[in-house]
């Protein structure tokens, strides 16, 4: 059984820079993909910024990309989020998903596994 694991969220004023951290544990065949959606409140989980493992092609939301870096690390099997200028519209519990394909997917029902989220709150 694969199980991710996100961490790094918190409490942050507006403005401020955050990363969130996603790792993965278990038997995969190396074609694999992270990616980030975030869920508020009151909304459908949305795509935020994926990353596929092996070739490391990135793709974002258009309205998040000029504030985002996805990035990984392949031996550690590791995908960071790098957040800037953080708005209150961004808090949400942030997952991460796992999908055993080579291609960023924005439907979250393309990933077969997600972490327990980590919640981000920013405050104005």
């Known amino acids: 059984q694969l199980q991710v694991v996100e961490s790094g969220g918190g409490l942050v004023q507006a403005g401020a820079s955050m990363t969130l951290s996603c790792t993965f544990s278990?038997?995969?065949?190396?074609?694999?993909?992270l990616s980030w959606f975030r869920q508020a409140s009151t909304g459908a989980r949305e795509f935020v910024a994926g990353?596929?493992?092996?070739?490391?092609?990135?793709d974002y939301a258009d309205s998040l990309k000029e504030r985002l870096t996805i990035s990984r690390d392949k031996p550690k099997r590791m995908t960071y989020l790098h957040m800037r200028n953080l708005k209150p519209e961004d808090s949400a519990v942030y997952y991460c998903?796992?999908?055993?394909?080579?291609?960023?997917?924005?439907?979250?029902?393309?990933?077969?596994?997600w972490g327990q989220g980590t919640r981000v709150t920013v405050s104005s």
């Open positions: 998903g796992f999908r055993a394909g080579g291609e960023v997917a924005t439907n979250p029902g393309s990933y077969e596994y």
């Open positions: 278990g038997r995969t065949f190396g074609w694999d993909t």
């Open positions: 990353i596929t493992l092996r070739a490391g092609d990135t």
